[in-house]
């Protein structure tokens, strides 16, 4: 079946302009989750999203990321006013419930300049 | 101490050979561990996913947990060029939540 899917696979974006990066999970899953990659960092979570659940946002680096989930399906990850250090791969993932295994998506490679 | 570690290599070992990758985490309480593959450019790929005490094949791997040691490794027979990439670890601390944590993963390259 279908994997995950995210949109656009590369993003060139100004210091200063806001981005929306889409993501579009495996059907059925639950469970959806957002990272970012970037050289030196790792992996690092970012937000996650349970059914109807709060979403857990303990990942975010600041108030100028914001992510969210329509209908429980397709999720978008919001960063304003963009930053360097903002530059990384932003990756999504699904599972069918918390503590399942993880699929992840391509990733969007986001630069900003 | 970073919560999940993993010596960053590069692993070399040739062909045909075990490649013996390993990880170790800091929170006793840790409940899930998976094994995720990257090749260069791409995106993590699951591997493996162990959750109790002792040994989990599947063809060529093996993934092998201690609670106690707090340690959990990933075997992989017969080495193929293939397999050169970064295998990254990653951990749960609960069943209650999805954050996976992961170390900074290890460079394996096998060599024909």
């Known amino acids: 079946g279908a994997g995950v899917s995210q949109s656009p696979s590369n993003k060139v974006t100004e210091k200063g302009k806001d981005v929306e990066l889409r993501c579009d999970p495996i059907s059925g899953h639950t469970a959806l989750y957002w990272y970012r990659q970037s050289l030196g960092q790792g992996l690092e979570f970012l937000i996650y999203f349970q059914g109807n659940s709060a979403p857990d946002k303990s990942g975010l680096p600041s108030d100028r990321f914001s992510a969210e989930r329509t209908g429980g399906s397709v999720s978008t990850l919001t960063i304003q006013r963009t930053q360097q250090e903002d530059s990384a791969v932003y990756l999504c993932?699904?599972?069918?419930?918390?503590?399942?295994?993880?699929?992840f998506g391509p990733g969007t490679r986001l630069t900003v300049t | 101490q970073k919560e999940v570690e993993q010596n960053s290599g590069p692993l070399s070992v040739p062909e045909g050979a075990i490649a013996s990758l390993n990880c170790t985490y800091s929170d006793r309480g840790s409940q899930s561990f998976f094994w995720y593959r990257q090749y260069s450019g791409k995106s993590p790929e699951l591997i493996m996913s162990?959750?109790?005490?002792g040994d989990k094949e599947d063809g060529r791997f093996t993934a092998q947990l201690n609670k106690a040691s707090q340690y959990v490794s990933l075997l992989i027979r017969d080495s193929q060029p293939s397999d050169s990439a970064t295998y990254l670890c990653?951990?749960?601390?609960?069943?209650?939540?999805?954050?996976?944590?992961f170390g900074q993963g290890t460079t394996l390259q096998v060599k024909p």
């Open positions: 162990i959750y109790s005490n």
């Open positions: 993932a699904s599972s069918l419930s918390l503590a399942h295994e993880q699929y």
């Open positions: 990653a951990v749960t601390r609960s069943s209650n939540t999805g954050k996976l944590i």
